[in-house]
């Protein structure tokens, strides 16, 4: 099956940029995901990006996709303290969705 | 409100002893998943469903078991927990099986098996 994998935390300050990496396995996945899960919270999507797009913005959000390199970046611009949460990158394929193991993001003041 | 419930919320069981959390959801979804997480690995996929009857191996079915009667539930079977069974437990459901449909998620069910 696809492997999906996230660093496991970040730490950025309050107003800073975030940068969370994903790389995956399954160069025929067609869309690739990102969720964001908070305290005691299922999980919420984020966004998504079509696999032959390069780029998508989204407000604060900029996801970013490489296809040769099977990598996939989210960055949250202007981080905030409700941006703290447990990101999740995913991808599909036959109709199976594969999720990495979660960046924790921590936003300190 | 358009959601994806879950029932029990948490539940403390013993081995072996055979239990059933029920996902209901009410936007007429064909798709229907389970996935479990823990910590480090991530959600991980135990079974999906595109349609009513129609049910799937993800990559962790063993010693899990799911149904579809009718299209609002899928309920997931352990009929013999064994303690590596307890984890967090989601239940999704999208309107179809690929593209852009927002998957939406119940609550958790949080399961230990002692």
């Known amino acids: 099956g696809e492997d999906v994998e996230q660093s496991l935390f970040l730490s950025v300050r309050e107003g800073d940029s975030s940068v969370i990496n994903c790389t995956y396995t399954?160069?025929?996945?067609?869309?690739l995901y990102w969720y964001k899960q908070e305290p005691g919270a299922g999980l919420q999507l984020l966004t998504y990006?079509?696999?032959?797009?390069d780029m998508k913005q989204d407000q604060r959000l900029t996801v970013l996709l490489n296809k040769k390199d099977k990598h996939l970046s989210l960055r949250i611009a202007d981080t905030q303290t409700g941006d703290s949460a447990i990101y999740f990158c995913a991808a599909i394929n036959d109709y199976k969705l594969s999720f990495g193991a979660g960046t924790t993001v921590t936003v300190r003041a | 409100e358009a959601q994806v419930t879950q029932n029990p919320r948490y539940l403390i069981t013993v081995t072996g002893k055979k239990l059933t959390v029920t996902c209901s959801q009410n936007m007429n979804h064909e798709y229907m998943s389970w996935y479990r997480q823990d910590p480090g690995l991530g959600l991980r996929q135990i079974y999906y469903s595109m349609n009513v009857e129609v049910t799937d191996k993800g990559d962790v079915p063993e010693g899990y078991k799911v149904s579809r009667k009718e299209k609002r539930n899928f309920p997931l079977i352990l009929e013999s927990p064994s303690p590596n069974q307890t984890s967090l437990y989601f239940c999704a459901s999208k309107l179809r099986g690929v593209g852009t449909d927002t998957q939406y998620f119940g609550p958790g069910t949080r399961l230990t098996v002692l």
């Open positions: 399954d160069s025929s996945s067609t869309y």
């Open positions: 990006i079509f696999s032959n797009m």
